[in-house]
């Protein structure tokens, strides 16, 4: 698979949530329980998901309630988000774990599963960007700003896909090398942080 392949996976994800368009509507994934393009599905419908929550709690007049219980599920979405990102990068790491990096091999800034979650993303973005691009109660302003915004975000998208499948090759051969640094989240750890530990 190629990036691009991956980013057909989030488009697809995507368009399917809109048709429900609810945050609390669950996913039906089409891939089987084991392949790498569940785990991108589940990615993002989590990240589709969490872009909701943040809408719904953004404005000044939620109820406070409310606004705490979403605050909690992004919290979680979070979590689950890093565990997913964890999970695509295991798979990288075991399908290269047969190539011997070369002595001039250089680690990348990222690792490959944090670079597709930003394509992920991107696939949020390129497509709430559209809508509004096309909004006929808008603007004509409103909708040729949201446009070249959005002819940003495609150029993005060939740049980042073009990047991923770049370092992915350069990891194939041996000319880049990865490694794993698991995130080191305390926010929801009660062992970690002090608001949680220090209750009695």
């Not at 041996?174 to 490694?179: A, E, L, P, R, T």
């Amino acid at each position: 698979m190629f990036a691009n392949d991956f980013y057909t996976i989030f488009e697809r994800q995507v368009c399917d949530y809109h048709l429900r368009d609810s945050i609390d509507s669950p996913t039906v994934n089409p891939y089987p329980t084991a392949s790498f393009e569940h785990i991108l599905w589940e990615k993002s419908y989590v990240d589709t998901v969490q872009w909701h929550l943040e809408d719904i709690v953004r404005p000044d007049d939620v109820d406070p309630v409310v606004a705490l219980d979403i605050k909690r599920r992004i919290d979680r979405s979070n979590q689950c988000r890093t565990d997913l990102v964890e999970r695509i990068d295991d798979f990288f790491m075991a399908r290269f774990s047969d190539v011997k990096p070369k002595p001039t091999a250089t680690i990348n800034t990222e690792t490959p599963a944090w670079a597709v979650d930003r394509l992920s993303i991107l696939a949020l973005k390129i497509y709430h960007f559209g809508i509004e691009a096309r909004r006929l109660d808008a603007s004509a302003d409103h909708m040729a700003k949201c446009q070249s915004k959005l002819d940003t975000l495609l150029a993005q998208r060939s740049d980042l896909t073009q990047a991923i499948d770049t370092l992915l090759s350069e990891l194939a051969s041996g000319d880049k090398v990865m490694k794993l640094y698991r995130q080191m989240k305390m926010y929801n750890d009660p062992t970690l942080n002090p608001a949680l530990y220090g209750k009695k």
